[in-house]
């Protein structure tokens, strides 16, 4: 499907529809772009993260410019999945998101926390947002995460070869994960109608 293609499903459908279809659905376009198996390898990828993570392989999933070869941010223009892309994970948890809120709270009574407003206004809706390289500030919570991810990032980019820095966005249900996407996918919808 081309970008204008897409442009018309996102015009002519549903919040729900798309959201189901484009952001839940097995269709992964990074695995189809990169091997005939598609599928398979995208069940490969989330067992492989299921088992290093220790989260449930149905609380995993590919989102974004990865997922649909095309960005779904308000602000992007539909750009294309490229070299220097974030490949974005969602991770359903809230035993993890509740132990990254509790150091996150126990980080700012204490010193200055990096991208404050930004962190806060995650929590408020639902999740929280890591890379491999984000400040620990010395908190075993996130200085654990961190080995964690770095311990298995490189077999994680040989075996599927993602040369990508991941995001990965901890949700405390799925339910956040719905509410959240719908909420973009309305103002991309919004944005479409007021450019034409």
């Known amino acids: 499907m081309n970008k204008e293609q897409l442009i018309e499903k996102i015009k002519t459908n549903q919040e ?3 959201y189901y279809d484009y952001l839940l659905g097995q269709e992964v376009w990074y695995f189809q772009n990169n091997g005939p198996d598609f599928s398979s390898d995208y069940d490969k990828f989330k067992k492989y993260i299921s088992r290093n993570l220790e989260i449930p392989f149905n609380n995993i ?6 997922k649909t070869r095309y960005s779904f941010s ?10 220097d892309s974030d490949f974005d994970l969602i991770i359903v948890s ?8 509790e150091a996150y709270r126990q980080i700012s ?5 990096h991208e404050f407003n930004n962190k806060c206004g995650n929590v408020f809706n639902g999740f929280v947002s890591l890379k491999d390289n984000d400040r620990t500030y010395g908190h075993a919570t996130l200085e654990n995460w961190q080995k964690l991810i770095l311990s298995f990032k490189a077999r994680l980019q040989l075996k599927f070869n993602i ?5 990965y966005r901890i949700y405390s249900d799925w339910e956040s994960v719905e509410s959240y996407h719908l909420k973009g996918i309305t103002k991309l919808k919004n944005t479409l109608d007021e450019t034409n």
């Not at 308000?74 to 070299?83: A, C, G, Q, V």
């Not at 040369?163 to 995001?167: K, M, S, T, V």
């Open 74 to 83: 308000p602000t992007k223009n539909f750009s294309e999945f490229h070299e």
């Open 163 to 167: 040369q990508h820095d991941i995001n």
């Open 16 to 18: 729900i529809d798309i």
């Open 94 to 101: 809230n035993k993890l998101f509740s132990r990254i809120w």
């Open 109 to 113: 009574s204490n010193q200055y926390l």
């Open 61 to 66: 999933s590919i989102v974004g410019s990865a």
